[in-house]
């Protein structure tokens, strides 16, 4: 979205890690460049589709993603993504939305009651659900597994191509697979271009 997680999280000073943002409209990275632009030295934004996040398994201490998977266009695969991505013992972060609009938005929701069910088929525990603003449920979860916490790692050290899964090489624009060679361009707002090589 335009950033308003990020920077919220960001602006907090106990904060010292560094936030990843992902997102398949390229417009709202744009907003999110220009709303985040004093904390770009500790901030990535990749554009890419939610179904196939371009990182390795078990590579984050916390994922969110707050009022998205409604336009997702499934949001199961985009939780089992979320959940993959997230180390043993990290924290998970989910809103659904419930309010009237969501009927405008079927097979991309989940009725309230359904929604924790839904959360259980991962490897997922201590789920919480509760209502948050209006139109939504916010669910808090924690991954399954021995906690091994974690350091802040280099991007080629987590991310993954998304055509092939393959390792991605620094180069001096771009990201490159090692594997299948796809080049995924860094934009000139330094947002990582992947969505448009990965269709």
């Known amino acids: 979205g335009p950033g308003r997680?990020?920077?919220?999280?960001?602006r907090q000073p106990p904060f010292e890690g560094r936030v990843i943002g992902l997102d398949l409209s390229r417009?709202?990275?744009r907003q999110a460049v220009q709303r985040t632009a004093q904390f770009a030295h500790r901030l990535t934004y990749v554009w890419q589709d939610a179904r196939k996040l371009p990182f390795d398994d078990d590579v984050f201490d916390a994922v969110a993603c707050l009022e998205a998977l409604e336009f997702t266009p499934d949001a199961r695969e985009?939780?089992?993504?979320?959940?993959?991505?997230?180390?043993?013992?990290?924290?998970?972060l989910v809103s659904n939305r419930v309010g009237p609009d969501a009927k405008f938005l079927p097979g991309h929701t989940f009725a309230r009651d359904e929604f924790e069910r839904v959360l259980r088929e991962y490897p997922l525990e201590d789920i919480k659900v509760g209502r948050w603003q209006v139109d939504y449920d916010l669910a808090w979860a924690i991954k399954v597994g021995e906690p091994r916490g974690g350091s802040v790692r280099p991007l080629t050290e987590i991310m993954i191509?998304?055509?092939c899964d393959g390792s991605?090489?620094?180069a001096a624009y771009s990201f490159r697979c090692a594997d299948c060679g796809r080049d995924y361009p860094i934009a000139e707002d330094d947002v990582i271009e992947m969505a448009r090589l990965d269709r």
């Open 161 to 163: 191509c998304p055509a």
């Open 5 to 10: 997680l990020p920077r919220a999280l960001l």
């Open 168 to 170: 991605l090489e620094r």
């Open 78 to 92: 985009v939780l089992m993504e979320l959940v993959r991505v997230l180390r043993p013992g990290g924290v998970l």
């Open 27 to 29: 417009r709202m990275l």
